[in-house]
C-alpha cells in the first residue's frame, strides 16, 4: 500500500504492508529511532509522537490509516535551522525531568500537545496528564516540575 505523509516537515511517500504500525514505520522504515517501543500494548507512553498536531500512541496506530497526515516525532521538535532545543526539552534538561531517558521522548512529546491544551495547568492537572506515560527510573516529582517549566516558557515564546 502507498503512503504520503509529512513526518517532520519533510514529505515521505513509501509502499508499506497495511498491517505496518506507525511506530514501526517510523524506527524501521525512516530510521527515527527517538520514538521508542516498550509495552506494544499502549500502556506505557514511550512511543508518543504527535499526529496532526495532537498526541498518538504509534503502537497502536496503523502507519496506513495516516495517509496525507502530519507527523511529529522528537527529532521534529527542535528547530530544524538552529538545532535549538523545544522548551519543553530544555525544561526537562534543565529541571533534570530524565534520568535513564527511555520514557523521555513520550513524555516530552506528550508534554508539549499537553502544554498546549493547558498553558495554565495546575500540577495536578500534570500529574493526571502523565497517566498514559510511563517512568520506572524516577518519582515523577522532576518531570512535573520540568512540564511545568516547559509549559511556562512555551506560553512566553508566544
Same mark, same amino acid.
Given at each position: !500500500?502507498?503512503? =504520503?505523509?509529512?513526518?517532520?516537515?519533510?514529505?515521505?511517500?513509501? &509502499?508499506? &504492508?497495511?498491517?505496518?504500525?506507525?511506530?514501526?514505520?517510523?524506527? %524501521?522504515?525512516? &530510521? /527515527?529511532?527517538?520514538?521508542?517501543?516498550?509495552? &506494544?500494548?499502549? #500502556? *506505557?507512553? $514511550? *512511543?508518543?509522537?504527535?499526529?496532526?498536531?495532537?498526541?498518538?500512541?504509534?503502537?497502536?496506530?496503523?502507519?496506513?490509516?495516516? %495517509?496525507?497526515?502530519? +507527523?511529529?516525532?522528537?527529532?521534529?521538535?527542535? %528547530?530544524?535551522?538552529?538545532?535549538?532545543?523545544?522548551? !519543553? #526539552?530544555?525544561?526537562?534538561?534543565?529541571?533534570?525531568?530524565? #534520568?535513564?531517558?527511555? *520514557?523521555?521522548?513520550?513524555?516530552? !512529546?506528550?508534554?508539549?500537545?499537553?502544554?498546549?491544551?493547558?498553558?495554565? $495547568?495546575?500540577? #495536578?492537572?500534570?500529574?493526571?496528564? /502523565?497517566?498514559? =506515560? /510511563? *517512568?520506572?527510573?524516577?518519582?515523577?516529582? =522532576?518531570? +512535573?516540575?520540568?512540564? !511545568?517549566?516547559?509549559?511556562?516558557?512555551?506560553?512566553?515564546?508566544?
Amino acid at each position: !500500500m502507498n503512503i =504520503n505523509l509529512n513526518v517532520n516537515g519533510t514529505p515521505v511517500a513509501a &509502499d508499506i &504492508d497495511p498491517a505496518t504500525l506507525l511506530s514501526e514505520f517510523l524506527r %524501521d522504515e525512516l &530510521d /527515527l529511532t527517538g520514538t521508542h517501543v516498550a509495552c &506494544d500494548t499502549s #500502556q *506505557c507512553g $514511550a *512511543c508518543v509522537v504527535h499526529v496532526d498536531g495532537e498526541s498518538v500512541k504509534s503502537c497502536t496506530v496503523l502507519a496506513a490509516a495516516l %495517509d496525507g497526515a502530519e +507527523v511529529t516525532t522528537i527529532e521534529g521538535v527542535a %528547530d530544524p535551522t538552529t538545532g535549538e532545543l523545544h522548551p !519543553m #526539552q530544555r525544561a526537562f534538561h534543565e529541571h533534570h525531568g530524565l #534520568q535513564c531517558g527511555f *520514557c523521555t521522548p513520550g513524555m516530552v !512529546m506528550n508534554a508539549v500537545d499537553f502544554a498546549k491544551r493547558h498553558p495554565n $495547568a495546575s500540577e #495536578q492537572d500534570v500529574r493526571e496528564a /502523565l497517566d498514559g =506515560n /510511563l *517512568c520506572r527510573c524516577t518519582g515523577y516529582h =522532576n518531570i +512535573v516540575k520540568s512540564i !511545568m517549566a516547559g509549559s511556562r516558557a512555551m506560553a512566553a515564546a508566544k
